[in-house]
């Protein structure tokens, strides 16, 4: 009978509860050999490995979350395989009382499980082969057997006692090989420890993607930074033209964004997973053995360097942005003061200009008035001259005399009052208060 429950669960506890009880340790029983595969998939690879593993012989039952399913296959085969955010892995993982070795099993539910592994969909970024032994006394014939050469050999005691031998290579078969003593440790801290390193192992690799893009970035860099310096030069002298300029520092900015969106995803998971790396390196608690490289030398050696590169191309390439950035902004500022002068000098051009045409206007007003008051008067002399006939005691040449001051601001008062109002029907009208 299933309790009532008296609360409201949120729509994520489950997702959030089921994530806590992801990437159990597998079962181990001491000797066993475990196989594991990392692959990285893009959309249509990661359908199709769904697709193959919901058609998997054996029933990979669903663990906790979708995202993770395991199955059991004959009595002594644990088949795991787990999604990731980019990657997925597929781990394998034979006990019994068989001899570990490097040959790979004889039993047919075993081959079938390795075949089913190695042939799902994805790109392989690490396969390692573990062999799993009781001892250092046991590990003996299998490091002795793996290849491992003697300047390469990795060694050293991790997990509060137990001993690993590697070389971090790819060996014939395509597979890493690892030997693990367990020297005593119980079941559960065996397991732990085993997927310490498997995982140190995959973010490894995963972190070290970023390196060949950083790489290549690293000297299309170089020569947009002496781009940048070149441009730079030229705005200082102020020989070539802004908007030449301006163009250029469009172009370079354009560059500099497609690097840095093209190589960031790559460069942020580089870093988060070199973390991952470095909080996996501190469980295991490496206890370095004298004269052997340890997993952390190793480590140190190898993969910081790669990190930190990865790291100075995010900081360069945000340099660099904020430099190109620097500079455009100091261009158009130069080119926005430029058209402030310009304008200035414009709207001082045009003011003389109106300042002329009013002096023009006012120059033909008074000869307008001047030559219509001339004509009025001529006009107005024709009828005096007339009545001067029949009374020789008028004189029109007197009366036009008299009349020409009256004629003349007639005149003006009329002209003036003309211009103005034809000025006045082209002013914008006052808001009302």
């Known amino acids: 009978m299933v309790a009532e429950r008296r609360f409201t669960e949120h729509a994520l506890r489950p997702q959030v509860v089921g994530e806590m009880q992801l990437r159990r340790e597998p079962a181990l029983t001491v000797p066993a050999r475990m196989i594991q595969l990392v692959r990285l998939l893009d959309a249509d690879a990661r359908t199709a490995e769904l697709a193959a593993v919901s058609a998997m012989p054996g029933d990979l039952r669903p663990g906790h979350d979708s995202r993770h399913r395991e199955t059991r296959l004959g009595a002594d085969i644990h088949l795991h395989w787990e999604q990731h955010s980019e990657a997925s892995t597929v781990t394998l993982v034979r006990g019994g009382s068989d001899p570990v070795g490097w040959d790979f099993p004889d039993a047919a539910d075993a081959r079938a499980a390795i075949a089913w592994a190695e ?236 300042r002329m045409q009013l002096q023009l206007q006012q120059l033909v007003e008074g000869l307008s008035t001047v030559a219509v008051s001339y004509y009025a008067l001529g006009l107005l002399s024709y009828p005096l001259k007339a009545v001067e006939k029949h009374w020789p005691r008028l004189s029109a040449t007197l009366l036009l005399g008299l009349a020409m001051p009256f004629v003349a601001l007639l005149v003006f008062h009329l002209i003036h009052g003309a211009r103005s109002r034809l000025v006045s029907r082209d002013r914008p009208a006052e808001p009302a208060t």
């Open 119 to 354: 042939y799902l969909p994805g790109a392989v970024i690490r396969a390692v082969r573990l062999a799993i032994v009781a001892d250092e006394g046991a590990a003996a014939e299998l490091v002795a057997s793996a290849g491992f050469p003697a300047g390469q050999l990795v060694t050293c005691h991790v997990g509060g006692g137990a001993r690993i031998w590697t070389d971090f290579r790819i060996h014939d078969d395509g597979y890493g090989r690892m030997v693990v003593a367990a020297n005593g440790l119980l079941p559960g801290d065996l397991a732990r420890c085993v997927q310490r390193l498997q995982e140190l192992g995959n973010y490894r690799n995963l972190a070290l993607l970023g390196l060949p893009p950083a790489r290549t970035a690293w000297a299309d860099l170089d020569w947009l930074e002496q781009a940048l310096e070149q441009v730079g030069r030229a705005l200082a002298a102020g020989e070539v033209r802004d908007d030449v300029l301006l163009g250029r520092l469009i172009q370079l900015s354009a560059d500099i964004l497609s690097i840095d969106s093209g190589c960031a995803y790559r460069m942020s998971a580089t870093a988060a997973y070199g973390r991952i790396v470095a909080s996996r390196l501190a469980e295991l608690d490496v206890v370095p053995i004298a004269g052997h490289r340890s997993l952390a030398d190793f480590t140190e050696r190898r993969l910081w360097p790669a990190v930190r590169t990865c790291a100075a191309l995010t900081d360069r390439l945000a340099l660099l942005n904020g430099r190109a950035a620097q500079f455009t902004a100091l261009l158009r500022t130069r080119i926005e003061t430029h058209i402030e002068n310009q304008n200035g000098r414009l709207l001082a051009s045009m003011d003389r200009s109106a």
